[in-house]
Antibody
Framework: EVQLVESGGGLVQPGGSLRLSCAAS????????LSWVRQAPGKGLEWVAN????????NYLDSVRGRFTVSRDNAKNSLYLQISSLRAEDTAVYYC???????????WGQGTLVIVSP | QSALTQPPSASGSPGQSVAISCTGI?????????VSWYQQHPGKAPRLMIY???KRPSGVPDRFSGSKSGNTASLTVSGLQAEDEADYYC????????FGGGTKLTVL
């Protein structure tokens, strides 16, 4: 059974940083692109970033480029999102998801909540 | 603002069929056969319901179907059931922002 478990969210002040993690199991982690998708309270889904199988290709939403960094450790079956220079508008549930190709996200974690507030 | 446009709401009675539209442009919905649909219940993670316009992942009831005509994709839910009440999001490869704004489906 595919499982994705996010962690690392919490309350952080504007300008602060957090490192989100996503622990994967139940599939051959190193074979898949992975994405981070976020959802602000009461709002829709917003793709944030993705990374290819060996971590050599990374793509970002324009509004987070330069502030967020996606990475992975295939030996640990883990995906990460380093988020910094946080703004109130970054407040959201952050989901990790597998990409079966062409940004089709077939498995999702339960999400981790990031709240940016003074 | 999403490049993919969905109606904010849709509704139907149990047993009825309802269609949710997703309108894009020539460089996304019309340009690729990589339209997906996701179901999201309150407080839960999204679930992939349809991919590559018409395909259903294992475990998705065949009451859910997808189609596309030009720059508009549609998700049809037939034989509505109470548990179908949820938010539905479309996505298309090539679309700015990837996801539509979402449609809240209410089962009356």
């Amino acid at each position: 059974e595919v499982q994705l478990v996010e962690s690392g969210g919490g309350l952080v002040q504007p300008g602060g940083s957090l490192r989100l993690s996503c622990a994967a199991s139940g599939f051959t982690f190193r074979r898949f692109w992975l994405s981070w998708v976020r959802q602000a309270p009461g709002k829709g889904l917003e793709w944030v970033a993705n990374i290819n199988q060996d971590g050599s290709v990374k793509n970002y939403l324009d509004s987070v480029r330069g502030r967020f960094t996606v990475s992975r450790d295939n030996a640990k079956n883990s995906l990460y999102l380093q988020i910094s220079s946080l703004r109130a508008e970054d407040t959201a549930v952050y989901y990790c998801a597998t990409d079966k190709g062409f940004l089709t996200h077939d498995y999702w974690g339960q999400g981790t909540l990031v709240i940016v507030s003074p | 603002q999403s490049a993919l446009t969905q109606p904010p709401s849709a509704s139907g009675s149990p047993g009825q069929s309802v269609a949710i539209s997703c309108t894009g442009i020539s460089s996304d919905v019309d340009g690729y056969n990589y339209v997906s649909w996701y179901q999201q219940h309150p407080g839960k993670a999204p679930r992939l319901m349809i991919y590559e316009v018409t395909k259903r992942p294992s475990g998705v009831p065949d009451r859910f179907s997808g189609s596309k005509s030009g720059n508009t994709a549609s998700l049809t839910v037939s034989g509505l059931q109470a548990e179908d009440e949820a938010d539905y999001y479309c996505s298309s490869y090539g679309a700015s922002g990837l996801f539509g704004g979402g449609t809240k489906l209410t089962v009356l």
